[in-house]
């Protein structure tokens, strides 16, 4: 009898690979389940919010802040493998085994970081989570040794190189030490976490003396244990009972038991929900309360992507602090379905500050938030830092293909949007398209992976590719992240496969780049679709080889005059004021907000 397994060469697999085989979830059905799972998670979470403030002295109004963050990777882990388990159902009826390792355990995880990091990576969780939900088939296991199985890719430790707003130099490491120095003794009065990127920026204009302070995410956790009695009346089969799941199952024609199924999933929420964020609730409540209490600020710039940063969100908000969120990379505004970015940020904020755009995405739940355009602090400074590099025509490479990353497992707060393994055979089929096109018209390659998973993941296609190229290519082993003045100046031009945070740096860097996008993994906003298009006009983005192939000969020929070109210099400049703003005067800007706000 056939086996399934999360990746099987033999038998029947649950996950696809570069060959063809496993369960694709296409990326027109993603958004479609995407759309649905933003209706599906709030009467839960409005649900288990009730339960806790029934039997617990829990009254706090925020207390879905931190419910949402732990309880939707939970539930969209539990959602997908059922969703892919009936489609297997449906392929192939359900007489086969389903893997069984002989380690298959996990218990109650601390912190949802624990869960996802988990559910995302590691062969033998994802196993675990399958064969708990075929028992709803009847499904029977099949006993397989541990040891047999690959558990994850080794993670390698990469340099990032997005942070750098300097030159090394002796003056510009003093004139750090010295922002981090006063930003120690003076402190400002607006609490802040979560800048990403840009804190140098912020550091470097005095923003941490004059207007922001760090806050202190630091307390101990209280070493609390899993409380069964307590889960038992939180967790109830009945807080599954809504019409959003009901249409979720008729939509993917589930033909299981109702009741069955919520049981289930039941029982799956009851045993992996954090203890952080039901055991150690209160505790962790009370030290959000104190820190936020050493405040008077009306506002706080947050970004809550763990959860001692969603508890602080709650207690800003219990005392009526409006949270302001600011952008931290691509895809904002001008990509479509950002589950993450909606459920994770947009909802926790009342002011979301952009690169320059001003449209959501349509759902009632962000009418209320208020979206304000400023320069990128950090795009701005790091255009400085790139400004003193030459770019010139005898270049070792003409173009440093640099393409997204792909994932093993699906993220636990993800849509259509993101490295998703359903796109595994597009990813290597946009590889080997770039390859073929390219070196056979004499264009030469250096080719930076996203990561080592990556690279693993696609190992037959750079076999492949090695094979029927040897020599003609050159791969970089060292996988960091971004690039370096080193990197950029072995090549004429940087390539993507789509419009991600490094094009945006490029473009407003005036960094030579084009994309080869052929929407297989991101689509744009139908708003956005217009500038799009001009960019495809000028030649900075192609969905076909050939016109990629035309263009960068047109580039080679004269780099100065292709990047001189005035249709294309004021198409760019239309693109980065709403998407990629820059100013070397952002921090006026910056400060005038805030004057504004307090």
């Known amino acids: 009898m056939r086996i399934l397994s999360i990746e099987s060469k033999s038998g029947l697999r649950l996950y696809p690979s570069s060959q063809g085989k496993g369960i694709v979830i296409s990326q027109e059905e993603m958004r479609i389940i995407s759309a649905q799972y933003h209706d599906i998670y709030n009467p839960i979470i409005q649900n288990i919010c009730e339960n806790i403030r029934s039997h617990t002295k829990i009254e706090s109004d925020n207390l879905e802040v931190i419910i949402r963050y732990s309880t939707i990777p939970i539930i969209y882990a539990f959602l997908d493998k059922l969703v892919r388990l009936n489609k297997v159902v449906k392929q192939n009826g359900a007489d086969f085994l389903v893997e069984e390792l002989d380690c298959n355990y996990f218990y109650t995880p601390v912190s949802t970081v624990e869960f996802r990091r988990n559910a995302d990576e590691k062969y033998k969780f994802n196993s675990y989570i399958l064969l708990l939900v075929s028992k709803l088939w009847g499904i029977k296991p099949s006993i397989t040794l541990s040891s047999s199985k690959s558990n994850e890719t080794p993670h390698k430790t990469r340099v990032n190189n997005l942070s750098r707003i300097y030159f090394r130099s002796f003056s510009n490491g003093l004139k750090f030490r010295l922002s981090l120095f006063l930003s120690k003794i003076r402190k400002g009065k607006v609490p802040v976490f979560g800048v990403a990127y840009a804190k140098s920026p912020f550091l470097k204009y005095g923003f941490y003396y004059k207007l922001f302070d760090d806050l202190d995410l630091n307390w101990s ?152 355009q400023l320069p990128s602090p950090w795009l701005s400074e790091r255009r400085k830092y790139w400004q003193s590099e030459k770019y010139i025509n005898n270049k070792k490479f003409d173009v440093l ?198």
């Open 221 to 372: 956790m209280d070493g609390a244990k899993v409380n069964d009695s307590l889960r038992t009346k939180v967790f109830t089969p009945d807080i599954f009972n809504c019409s959003e799941l009901d249409k979720f199952y008729e939509n993917q024609k589930i033909t299981l038991s109702r009741k069955s199924v919520n049981d289930s999933i039941c029982n799956f929420v009851k045993q992996f929900f954090p203890i952080e964020s039901l055991e150690s609730l209160e505790f962790n409540m009370m030290h959000a309360r104190r820190v936020v209490g050493k405040y008077d600020s009306k506002f706080m710039i947050a970004r809550g992507g763990a959860a001692k940063g969603k508890f602080i969100i709650m207690a800003a908000k219990e005392r009526d602090i409006k949270i302001i969120g600011i952008q931290h990379g691509g895809y904002f505004g001008y990509i479509n379905d950002l589950h993450q970015t909606i459920e994770y940020e947009y909802r926790d904020l009342d002011i979301f500050i952009s690169w320059g755009w001003n449209k959501l995405p349509n759902y009632n739940f962000l009418r209320n938030l208020k979206v304000v």
């Open 401 to 598: 293909f640099m393409p997204s990353g792909i994932k093993r497992f699906p993220l636990t707060v993800q849509g259509a949007t993101g490295p998703r393994i359903d796109l595994v055979s597009d990813f290597s089929l946009n590889i080997r398209d770039v390859f073929d096109a390219l070196i056979p018209n004499n264009i030469s390659l250096v080719f930076k992976p996203y990561d080592n998973i990556t690279l693993d993941i696609l190992s037959e296609t750079m076999y492949d590719l090695s094979c029927k190229y040897k020599d003609k290519y050159n791969l970089i082993d060292k996988i960091d992240k971004g690039f370096t003045s080193e990197l950029i100046s072995s090549s004429g031009l940087i390539l993507w496969n789509q419009p991600g945070t490094g094009f945006l740096e490029c473009i407003s860097a005036q960094i030579p780049t084009m994309i080869f996008w052929t929407r297989f993994s991101t689509k744009e906003e139908e708003w956005v679709e217009e500038i799009f298009k001009k960019l495809e006009k000028v030649g900075v983005i192609h969905s076909r080889v050939d016109t990629l192939v035309q263009e960068i000969k047109v580039f080679n020929k004269s780099s100065d005059e292709w990047m001189k070109n005035p249709e294309r210099i004021s198409v760019i400049e239309e693109f980065c004021y709403q998407y990629a703003r820059v100013d070397d005067n952002w921090h006026r800007q910056w400060r005038d907000f805030f004057s504004n706000l307090t």
